[in-house]
Antibody
Framework: VRLVESGGGLVQPGGSLRLTCTAS????????MAWVRQAPGRGLEWVSS????????HYADSVRGRFTVSRDNSRNTLSLQMDSLKVEDTAIYYC????????????????WGHGTMVTVSA | ELILTQSPVTLSLSPGGRATLSCRAS???????LAWYQQKPGQAPRLLIS???IRATGIPDRFTASGSGTDFTLTISRLEPEDSALYYC??????????FGGGTKVEIK
């Protein structure tokens, strides 16, 4: 079971970036997925969760209206489109898998990727 | 919005000792949807406990957890140097935001 994030990098304030998480080793279709971030030297912050079907999505207040989560079950990928980026969005972004197959209830995260760094700076 | 407060912020203990970490919620955690994670420097978090008290696969029985409602505890017995890490509690379930606590740093010296 593996999650690999990609797409991080340096972007100016107000810019956009798209992160992708590629999953392997499990039936991606049936699990909710999430993005969690960690600013340098800070704690974990939940960003977004997406169930399946992808009509159940939730966002932290800090990103709602700027970030959009989506999934492509045919490619086993989870994406996070980040627009109107702010300096405070600078963080390592982790992709995480729910422990139990989605049944309307989001679960604890039993598998994590290694993360991708996003730096928002002028 | 549910807020999780962890205490203490830092815990310094000796090998062989016992660590007791607290996680307090600002409102009742539905159905004990409370998890604990361990994070070591430069690594992704690792799931230790789900549903307030159920150890994840491969987690040694030195890690035990309990609690319900608003008060939850993670206990690490027979401390080993490798237990030095940050520990986070996390609320999940049906009521977003799925917040994390601020973390407790455990130092084993």
């Amino acid at each position: 079971v593996r999650l690999v994030e990609s797409g991080g990098g340096l972007v100016q304030p107000g810019g956009s970036l798209r992160l992708t998480c590629t999953a392997s080793g499990f039936n991606f279709n049936v699990f909710a997925m999430a993005w969690v971030r960690q600013a340098p030297g800070r704690g974990l912050e939940w960003v977004s969760s997406l169930g399946d079907p992808a009509t159940q999505m939730h966002y932290a207040d800090s990103v709602r209206g700027r970030f959009t989560v989506s999934r492509d079950n045919s490619r086993n990928t989870l994406s996070l489109q980040m627009d109107s980026l702010k300096v405070e969005d600078t963080a390592i972004y982790y992709c995480a898998k729910d422990m139990v197959a989605f049944n309307g209830v989001f679960d604890a995260f039993d598998v994590w990727g290694h993360g991708t760094m996003v730096t928002v700076s002028a | 919005e549910l807020i999780l407060t962890q205490s203490p912020v830092t815990l310094s203990l000796s090998p062989g000792g016992r660590a007791t970490l607290s996680c307090r919620a600002s409102q009742r955690v539905t159905d004990n949807y409370l998890a604990w994670y361990q994070q070591k420097p430069g690594q992704a978090p690792r799931l230790l406990i789900s549903a307030a008290s159920i150890r994840a696969t491969g987690i040694p029985d030195r890690f035990t957890a309990s609690g319900s409602g608003t008060d939850f505890t993670l206990t690490i017995s027979r401390l080993e140097p490798e237990d030095s890490a940050l520990y986070y509690c996390h609320q999940y379930g049906t009521s977003p935001p799925f917040a994390f606590g601020g973390g407790t740093k455990v130092e084993i010296k």
